[in-house]
C-alpha cells in the first residue's frame, strides 16, 4: 500500500472526459484545493478555469467514485465450508442451525487480534478499491461482545485512515445471538441497547446502527428495541430486512426514519409504501441472491413504481456473499434484478451515498463536493454491466487525490 501522502494532487481541469449519464458530450471537470469546482460540457467552461493545470482524460468515461454502501468487511477466517455444505444440498438456515454460519465468524473474529483483522481486511479492501470505490460502509456483527465489536469497528476507522478512502461504520451488534446467551436473547438485546451501543457511540465508532431482523436472527420487538436505543443517542438505522422471510422489517424501519432496508427479496407492497414515504432507499444485494442461490426476486418493478431509490452493493460478508467486486454486482442486478444499466450505475453511486447519509458529499460530480470520480476505458454506459472479470479502470480521484492510474 502507498501512503496516502504520496498520492498526486488531482487539481486541475480535466478535460477529454464523456459523463456515463450524458457520453455524448465532450465534458470537463475542474478541480482546486481537491474540491469539484465546476463540471460540464468543455465548451461551456468560464474562463476563470481556462488556465488550470491540464489533465487529459483521453476520451474516458466518467463516473462519480463509486460508494459500497452495505459490507462486513472486517471478520476472521473465511466459511468455504459451509459453502460447499450447501453445494451439497444443506440450506443457510441449516447450516447456521448445526453451529455455522455468522456465529463461526464470530468465533474466528474474536481469537484475531486488531493488526490481523486490519490486515486480512486491507486485502479485501484493496480489491474493491480497485473496482473504483470511493466510500465504503463497514458493519460489525462478528465480534457480539463489547471488546469484540469495538476492535471490529476501530479497525474500520483505521482502514479508512490508512487507505485515504470514506469509511461509515455501522454497529451490528443485533446480527446473531452470541453462543454464551444461547435461550437468553433478551437479555442480550438489553446488553446491546444499554452497554455495547452507548460505550461504542460515545468512543466516535459509530455513524449507523443496523439490526439482523429475521427468523433466524432477531424479532420485530427487539428491532425497534435497537432503533429506540440508536434513537436515544441521535443516530441513524437501517435494516436487514425481509431476506429469508417476510418479517414487516421494512415497515418498522421506515416509520424509524431508516436510511435503508436492505436484501429485501420478501418486501411486501406495505414495505415498499412505508419506505416511499420515509424516502429510505432499497438496497439490493445480488451477491447474496446469486450465492444463496436464492429464487425470490426482489419487488423490482413494484419499487420502481413507487420511485424508491435502489441501491446496489456487494454485501461483502464471509457467508452469503464473499463479493469483492462492485462492477460485478452491476453486473448481476442487471442480469439477474433487471435493473437498466442508468438504474445500476445510480445504483453504486447517488443512491448508495443516500443510503448512507452521504448525499451531500458523494455519490455524484457536482460543484462544492470532494473530488471523487473514476474514469473508465470504456466506449459506452452498457459496457458496465455488459463485462464481468474485466477491469476497465483506467484512473481513481479519490479525496481529491490520484490514488489510481496516471494523470498524464
Ligand atoms: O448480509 N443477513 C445477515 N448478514 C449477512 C450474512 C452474514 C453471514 O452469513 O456471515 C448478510 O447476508
Ligand atoms: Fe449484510
Known amino acids: 500500500?502507498?501512503?496516502v501522502s504520496t498520492h498526486p494532487s488531482a487539481d486541475g481541469l480535466w478535460?477529454?472526459?464523456?459523463?456515463?449519464?450524458a457520453p455524448e458530450e465532450d465534458a470537463a471537470i475542474a478541480v482546486t484545493q481537491g474540491t469539484i469546482r465546476w463540471v460540464g460540457a468543455r465548451s461551456a467552461l468560464p474562463a476563470e478555469f481556462a488556465g488550470l493545470a491540464p489533465h487529459a482524460g483521453g476520451g474516458a468515461l466518467v463516473t462519480p467514485g463509486l460508494v459500497d454502501c452495505h459490507t462486513h468487511l472486517v471478520y476472521g477466517g473465511q466459511r468455504a465450508n459451509e459453502f460447499a455444505m450447501r453445494l451439497a444440498g444443506a440450506t443457510y438456515e441449516e447450516v447456521a442451525k448445526a453451529g455455522g454460519g455468522i456465529v463461526s465468524s464470530v468465533r474466528a473474529t474474536r481469537e484475531a487480534d486488531e493488526d490481523t483483522l486490519f490486515a486480512q481486511a486491507s486485502a479485501r479492501l484493496e480489491q474493491l478499491l480497485a473496482d473504483g470505490v470511493c466510500a465504503i460502509e463497514i458493519k460489525s456483527g462478528y465480534g457480539l461482545s463489547l471488546a469484540h465489536e469495538r476492535k471490529q469497528l476501530r479497525?474500520?476507522?483505521?482502514?479508512?485512515?490508512?487507505?485515504?478512502?470514506?469509511?461509515?461504520?455501522?454497529?451490528?451488534?443485533?446480527?446473531?445471538l452470541p453462543p454464551e446467551y444461547a435461550g437468553r436473547s433478551a437479555e442480550y438485546i438489553d446488553r446491546v441497547c444499554n452497554e455495547m451501543l452507548p460505550a461504542l457511540a460515545a468512543e466516535g465508532l459509530v455513524d449507523a446502527v443496523d439490526v439482523f431482523c429475521e427468523r433466524i436472527a432477531f424479532s420485530l420487538a427487539e428491532t425497534e428495541q435497537v432503533f429506540k436505543a440508536a434513537?436515544?443517542?441521535?443516530?441513524?438505522?437501517?435494516?436487514?430486512?425481509?431476506?429469508?422471510?417476510?418479517?414487516?422489517?421494512?415497515?418498522?424501519?421506515a416509520r424509524h426514519g431508516a436510511l435503508s432496508c436492505d436484501h429485501i427479496e420478501h418486501l411486501s407492497a406495505e414495505g415498499i409504501e412505508a419506505m416511499r414515504r420515509a424516502g429510505t432507499v432499497a438496497v439490493l444485494l445480488p451477491g447474496a441472491y446469486y450465492t444463496l442461490r436464492d429464487t425470490h426476486l426482489p419487488p423490482i418493478d413494484a419499487l420502481r413504481a413507487a420511485g424508491v431509490p435502489m441501491a446496489v452493493s456487494t454485501d461483502h460478508?464471509?457467508?452469503?456473499?464473499?463479493a469483492l467486486s462492485l462492477l460485478l454486482m452491476i453486473n448481476m442486478a442487471c442480469t439477474l434484478f433487471r435493473l437498466t444499466v442508468p438504474e445500476a450505475l445510480d445504483g453504486v453511486t447517488v443512491h448508495a451515498a443516500r443510503a448512507l447519509?452521504?448525499?451531500d458529499t458523494h455519490g455524484a460530480i457536482a460543484p462544492g463536493m470532494p473530488a471523487n470520480f473514476v474514469l473508465w476505458n470504456l466506449r459506452e454506459p452498457a459496457e458496465f454491466a455488459y463485462w464481468f472479470g474485466q477491469q476497465p479502470l483506467r484512473t481513481v480521484v479519490r479525496q481529491g487525490r490520484i490514488a489510481i492510474g496516471a494523470s498524464q
Open 1 to 3: 500500500m502507498k501512503p
Open 357 to 359: 447519509g452521504l448525499q
Open 231 to 253: 434513537k436515544a443517542l441521535g443516530l441513524p438505522v437501517k435494516l436487514h430486512a425481509e431476506q429469508l422471510s417476510d418479517m414487516g422489517g421494512a415497515a418498522l424501519a
Open 15 to 21: 478535460t477529454g472526459l464523456r459523463r456515463a449519464s
Open 317 to 322: 460478508n464471509p457467508g452469503t456473499s464473499p
Open 155 to 176: 479497525v474500520a476507522r483505521r482502514l479508512g485512515e490508512a487507505y485515504g478512502v470514506t469509511v461509515r461504520t455501522t454497529f451490528l451488534g443485533a446480527h446473531a
